[in-house]
């Protein structure tokens, strides 16, 4: 049976077309070689942000609109990546995002190496069969070891310190690292209860403008929402809350109807209706015993003053994703009609308050009783800097969520990835056959990692391996590149506080080798117009 390069093939003397006539084919070591760059070129993208000495990228989107990160997850979701085996790499980065939070340039940077070591492989007349498997065994022992290196037991120091490893490298402005990773453990701390960590319940609330000063954690829930009257109380103990999602206002007639008054009397009784209509918010909120109403929706002038004058305060356009979060730490249920408002639909807080920062007021809804939120305040001078903030946070939270929550902490700074090459390895000496190579080039890949740290430290990143390595055989697990002042140094990653969470080591070491050898498999790429 023959077969064209149009994916015709022959039967009995009749074609057989099987793919359209614009599809695209490349095949063998020319699909491979493609795939392989394609991969390599991304993980490139990103290596030069690697580490605390990491450079940032600025990502312009065709909207002209400018990102300013070093966050490799967010990189690669903004570079408008076309390749398919390049868009497997930004998977890789993806599934680790989602998965731990942390370490997407990592295992990018992992996942091209294995991909540059393989085609090495590949010229040499390895099969790719035989690549995957070496790749596989390689993977078992490295996960081995960062479970041998792993250290469970965590105080609030060791969480600190993760948190803070997390950071470096980020732009946080004025706010240091040190003060923002106690906030982190602190805010972690609090919303670890009896079914773990509830995760979801630390926000975090960043505002431009103004100084560092204000970076704080408020146990409960910030809102940007303002009052809607200035004779509202700006402080409430014991509040009653409400959570509605309907508009305060003279509700639209459907029929646009067009009537003439003939008397006083009758302009009297249309404006009585009117306001009849515009109390009964209040009348309705007051009768329930609400003392604060967050509103999603609008609130009319009118009826803000009606609520002012019942002494309610009240909020409007409050942001969908806080009036979730206001419902859930009070206990309330949001409802879409005040008038059937009912007694189970209230929440309650110890402290409602408005705050002013610059030149905004900040609502901030403190002791729900119904859950434990927290949500960490922090100031930045622009957006670009409260950008790259709230990335860095989320990355902490999740790093001292995944230390706590799955297999604690590993040395940082490239030890633990020394040690596992390491160990890689020595056992590739006990792999028959060529299986063998492929074992020693995943060792050979992981060592892309603390070159790249030594590298962007601005160390002699040959000389920075070779130290590395004979300060592992001294002692394991116990020596890292070190970022301090202008150089990284060699030095004991656990005395200088650099330590990442077990999980992102796992999970990249996983999730690299998946993207690694799936690509290395491919030996056709068929593509439709
Ligand atoms: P990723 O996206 O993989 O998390 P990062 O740019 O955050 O990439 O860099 C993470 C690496 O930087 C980890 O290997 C971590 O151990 C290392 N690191 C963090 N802080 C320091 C430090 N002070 N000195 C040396 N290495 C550090
Ligand atoms: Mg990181």
Known sequence: MAESDSGQRRMGGRPVFVLSDDAERTRGEDAQSSNIAAGKAVSEAVRTTLGPRGMDKMLVSDTGEVTITNDGATILDTMDIEHPAAQMLVEVAETQEAEVGDGTTTAAVLAGELLSKAENLLDDDVHPTTIVEGYAEARDIALDAVEYLADADLDDDLLRQVAESSMTGKGTGDVTTTKLADLVVRAIRHVDGEEGIARDDVRVHTQTGGSSSATELVEGVVSDAEPVHDNMPRHVEDAT?????????VRETEIDAEYSVESVDQLTAAMDAEERELRAYADALADAGVDVVFSTDSIDDRPAGFLAAEGILAFDDVDDDEARAIASATGATRTSKVEDLEDAELGTAETIRVRTFGDADLAFVEGGSAAEAVTMLVRGGTEHVTDELERALADALDVVTAALESGGVVPGGGATEIAVADRVREAAAGVEGRKQLAVEAFADAVDVLPRTLAENTGMDPIDGLVDLRAGNEAEEGRAAIV????????????????????AVKREAVESATEAATMIARIDDVISAA
């Open 241 to 249: 809350v409400a959570v509605v999602d309907e508009a305060f206002g």
């Open 483 to 502: 970022a301090s002042g202008e150089r990284g140094t060699v030095g004991d990653p656990v005395e200088a506080g650099v330590l990442d969470p077990a």
